[in-house]
């Protein structure tokens, strides 16, 4: 047998090394960002070590953000996030005004799905893959790998218990048109992805024919969901078909008066997490999105922060939040496409103009 020189292997590791730090300095960020090789683990920890942090744009809570930045830190001390929480709006607002005036500071963009929309036909987003996401439901990934959600809002209807029982609260969207409910329900004044994709699933006649008489129902229009919340809670609201079920829960643990039907199908929205296009640190940032999309972290921060993550394992509490009924989560393509019109049918129909 052939016998090979120690000097020979010495040589094919210095080479090996060599290598992989040229790819590290030469790779541009859509290489890093959608690269699956065997040495991937190994490459984008190399690659994050120099790199050193990562700028996350978030409008998750303050608490879970500072949780999630914490959890991360420990299990990869060599990168530190510098975290800027803001609400949806003002993220999306600072990262363009940003792209657009050539200063790339943004690794990492978490906002509402529909909105992200803007700026990956803008051009500013790169696609990227995660093994965290391979076993992910597809409804919770942009199609061309853009994006992936983190957590959920669903879109159901909530009511007060002492003001509507359990038996005679709506189970269904027609439920709502019945004359008892007239001038006993609130609706949120700016849910037209709520609208849009209702009217998208069911087709235009019954979309139009349904919302129609919801509008007859003289509803209460309310802005804000917290808000709404706050007022079904207090017995002031009987119910709403368009509250988001993640405020509930905790209220009904606390002993208020308040439950929720899941229509169906049940409407939800993604927060979802990008990445920019001139990531800085893409490296780190590689290494941020399969931290938080795995069981053990970022997803493990959303469930104990009581919100409707997306991990196939982790179903959020109670795990009606999430399982044992048909949703369709908003189209941002379609949204951003069609929200001029149906804006304006909406607040036609439903609002009476205001």
């Known amino acids: 047998m052939r016998k090979i020189k120690a000097s020979s292997i010495s040589t094919a590791l210095v080479a090996f090394v ?72 003002r993220v999306l607002q600072r990262y363009l005004t940003e792209f657009q005036a050539n200063r790339f ?27 965290s996401a391979e076993k992910y439901d597809k409804r919770f990934l942009q199609p061309q790998g853009f994006w992936i959600a983190s957590r959920l809002t669903m879109i159901v209807s909530a009511y007060n218990t002492r003001l509507v029982s359990r038996a005679e609260a709506p ?39 349904f919302f129609q008489k919801l509008g007859g129902q003289n509803p209460s229009i309310r802005s804000g969901h917290s808000q709404m919340a706050q007022l079904i809670i207090a017995g002031e609201d009987a119910l709403s ?64 922060a009581n919100r409707i993550g997306t991990h196939p394992e982790l179903l959020p509490d109670p795990p009606r939040l999430r399982q044992g009924f048909d949703f369709v989560i908003v189209d941002p393509a379609k949204y951003m496409d069609k929200i001029g019109q149906y804006d304006k049918l909406w607040r036609e129909w439903v609002l009476g103009g205001n």
Not at 53 to 81: C, H, M, N
Not at 251 to 265: C, I, S, Y
């Open 171 to 209: 189970r269904k969207y027609e439920d709502l048109l019945d004359p008892k409910w007239k001038g006993k329900m609130s609706l949120e004044r700016e849910q037209t992805e709520w609208f849009i994709s209702l009217i998208e699933h069911w087709g235009e006649e019954k979309g139009k024919a």
């Open 18 to 89: 060599i290598l992989g730090m040229q790819w590290a300095e030469a790779a541009s960020v859509a290489d890093i960002a959608l690269y699956k090789g065997k040495d991937r683990q190994s490459r984008i920890e190399e690659g994050a070590k120099k790199e050193g942090e990562i700028v996350w744009y978030t409008s998750l809570a303050v608490e879970d953000s500072g949780q999630a930045v914490q959890l991360f830190e420990k299990r990869y001390p060599f990168v530190k996030i510098k975290l800027t929480r803001l609400t949806s709006e």
């Open 241 to 304: 078909p368009n509250a988001y079920s993640h405020h509930y829960p905790r209220a009904m643990a606390k002993g208020a008066p308040v439950d929720w039907n899941n229509l169906e199908p049940v409407i939800g929205k993604g927060i979802v997490s990008a990445m920019a296009k001139n990531a800085p640190h893409p490296h780190a940032s590689m290494l941020f999105l399969d931290f938080f999309f795995s069981k053990d972290g970022g997803q493990k921060v959303v469930h104990d």
């Open 105 to 131: 500071f943004a690794d990492i963009i978490d906002t509402n799905d529909f909105q992200m929309e803007m700026p990956r036909r803008k051009g500013t987003l790169q696609a990227f893959y995660t093994p």
